[in-house]
């Protein structure tokens, strides 16, 4: 089973695909994961990315489209995979297309985790950890039981995600609307899209998506 996890940052793809990953065996391939892994292993196209980076540019369809075509050609690959964070534009989409027609290959789903901006937006700017052990809380969803101290090591100090703030993350939901939902009408003449409520609690989404795909 091939499939794409779309939505905007904080949505939950990361979780959702970490979870089919377990469950179902799929292989999940997300662009930044695959480019450092192509650059570390000193891949030809791992090279040309490592030399545009180092050079300060942005790494080019072309570059990322070559590095996912290696990817899939490894064997655990070809058990199913989930792409994550890609395709982002209407170009990629198409690139997408020919690579996985001539591999042989076929897109299952496309599922979507819609959101509502503003709840996301208080999702992902009430996030706080534990500076020492991780533990995850949340302004208003979950706060220790005794304030300033980390319920599960007893730690006083905590931190947050400088990126976790409201400008970037309405920024990054503006890039979202902007780019990459305009290619969901390229799948949907297919009828491999679902959208699934990414709002819910996170056993609920992965129920949905366990119905999207079924058994």
């Known amino acids: 089973m091939n499939l794409i996890l779309l939505g905007p940052p904080g949505a939950g793809k990361g979780t959702q695909a970490s979870r089919l990953m377990k469950e179902r065996g799929l292989v999940q391939l997300s662009t930044g994961d695959m480019l450092r892994a192509a650059v570390a292993a000193g891949t030809p196209v791992g090279l040309q990315a490592k030399a545009v980076m180092e050079s300060g540019g942005l790494v080019s369809d072309e570059i990322v489209n070559g590095i ?13 995979f989930i792409l994550d964070g890609y395709p982002r534009t209407d170009v990629q989409a198409h690139a997408l297309d020919a690579m996985l027609a001539a591999k042989g290959l076929t897109l299952d789903h ?3 985790l819609v959101v509502d901006e503003d709840a996301l937006v208080e999702r992902i700017t009430g996030r706080f950890t534990c500076g020492a052990c991780g533990e995850g ?3 208003r969803f979950k706060q220790p039981r005794v304030a300033d101290v980390c319920d599960a090591c007893g730690a006083s100090n905590f931190k947050r995600r400088a990126d976790d703030n409201e400008a970037t993350v309405r920024q990054r939901m503006a890039e979202y609307r902007a780019k990459t939902a305009p290619i969901i009408p390229h799948y949907d003449g297919r009828g491999i899209v679902a ?14 998506i366990d119905g999207v795909l079924g058994g």
Do not use: F
């Open 68 to 80: 996912l075509s290696e990817r899939l050609d490894q064997d655990d690959a070809r058990a199913g």
């Open 110 to 112: 496309v599922v979507e």
């Open 137 to 139: 809380y949340h302004d």
């Open 195 to 208: 959208r699934v409520d990414g709002m819910a609690d996170m056993d609920a989404v992965a129920s949905a």
